[in-house]
């Protein structure tokens, strides 16, 4: 039968765009993939605000979780104000155990998001927050025991609050996608300098009782304002389609014609995902992979780095875990857990800026971040993420210099003030949350929650180690203090030269062309040969294994 061919829509319940299909009963092919781009262009540029608002309204109420990291990284500054301390070590755990245990809550956060759905394991990031400002609400200066255990439930839930740029980035259109991850650093700054002014402001159980109330609130807002996530539905509840299309159809509750696309990419992906996986089982009598279902079974529970992964996992993984180690010894988190008695250091004196108190000061230095944040997210959606990082991790070397140049008790202390505070704001236009904000772009949806909370326990981990070895590191002030300084400029400029070379951009990009560049990515052969080996044996053994 002879088939002829025309252009035509295809009409169905998941697709509005061009596709090819050949009908043997009609004898007529549909035929159309020579427009699928123009018509996927037409439809982002016809995006208007009423479109993005509600993914806007769901990200904004979720990065609400984050402010609460800013506030839990200077909160032993404004305990500072309440407590003196006399002990190098008992400082150092205040700031520390914190940090200690927020790989804890990283880790759990990424088995309970594809356990129970992102939106619920929100819900439950805000209980250890509540019970953290619970205790500190009726704590007293004094008793340490309790400020201990607050920090120990304020590090669980801050872990846990680490994959909220996992959920942005699955709601997130494509095209809005970066800037909307980009709210990750202002709202992280806004916990800074609200954090900051209201320890200023208020009296010690004024403060941990607002905390509280923010806490709670937020806890309201995001039952109230968050869809759940459609990828998370499609991938690993694929019963549950019908959800899938409600909560696509909340993100998009105008543009017929974008919630079409959107759930044409969410089916497609869906089925490219199961392909692979069907086509990745071993041979039934493969001895090097299991010798039966159960067997694999098991395996799969095991965790996802028990099981050999493609290359649009490892890689992405071996990158970001390089970018946070880089990250954690560039010295940006210790300026901020640190920041009153860094500033004493480098001025040498007991009071930073004379008539004015350290919490003055904070509360300028937060404002000052907060600026620096809302114009690195206006600016990665024009050069992209890439650049910042490089210029952020270029500015942070050259000021950690200048503070390592011209520190000293015989110093003016106006250059390294302002090496410090230059230091901090250009940590904010990128080192200091793009490489969170990337675990949500770079790997893909199969993995994201699992390999990310990985990723973010192990930079925690080396935040861990950072922040306690940090005071004794510039306890005897000067020479030490310009020692640090130098290592924490080599550790930046190594953070720039590594994101030139191995770092892409992921500026307006869809996660399956992000994988893609992994997957094309130039190599070490070792990973090819392993793979070729794995092959042949599975191959042999199932030659010569009877049926």
Known sequence: MAYSTFTTPLISRNSSVWKNHQSLSNGIQYKSN????????????????????????????????????GINMVYSNIFLNHYEFTDVSELSWLTSILVLCTPIGAISIGVIMDR????????????????????????????????????????????????????????????YRQVLLSLNSVFFSVGVLFATTVGSLFQWQAVNVIFFTFTAVTTVLLA?????????????????????????????????????????LLYSKTTADETAAADAQPPPHCSGCGRSARSRRKRKWCGWWRSPQPRTVTRPVRVLATVFLLQQLSGCYPVIFYAVPVMRSVACTANVVGPYSDMDAMVALGAVRLLTSVAACALSTHVGRRPLLIASSLAMACSAALVALTCGPTAAPLLPLVGVAVFACSGSAGVLVFPWTLVGELLPVSVRAAAGAALVAYAYTLMFVVLKAFPYAVADGGDSVAMTFASFAAASLAMAAYVYVRLPETMGKRFDEIEAHFAAASDDDDDDDDQVGHDARCKATTYSTPP
Request: hydrophobic content about 45%; charged content about 20%.
């Open 224 to 264: 109230i304002f968050l869809p759940e996530s459609p990828a998370w539905l499609a991938k690993f509840r694929t019963d549950r389609m019908y959800d899938a299309r409600s909560s696509m159809r909340r993100i998009y509750p105008r543009n017929n014609q974008v919630f079409a696309e959107e759930m044409d």
């Open 116 to 175: 129970i759905g992102r939106k619920n394991a929100f819900l439950l990031t805000c209980v250890p927050l509540l019970i953290s400002w619970s205790i500190a609400s009726v704590a007293r200066p004094e008793n340490m025991g309790l400020i201990y255990a607050c920090r120990f439930f304020a590090g669980i839930g801050g872990g846990m609050t680490s994959m909220v740029v996992v959920y942005v980035s699955e709601i997130a259109h494509s095209s």
């Open 34 to 69: 020579d427009i699928i781009s123009h018509v996927e262009q037409n439809v982002t540029s016809k995006l208007s605000k009423g479109d993005l608002y509600p993914q806007i309204l769901a990200s904004v109420v979720a990065f609400l979780l984050v402010t609460q990291p």
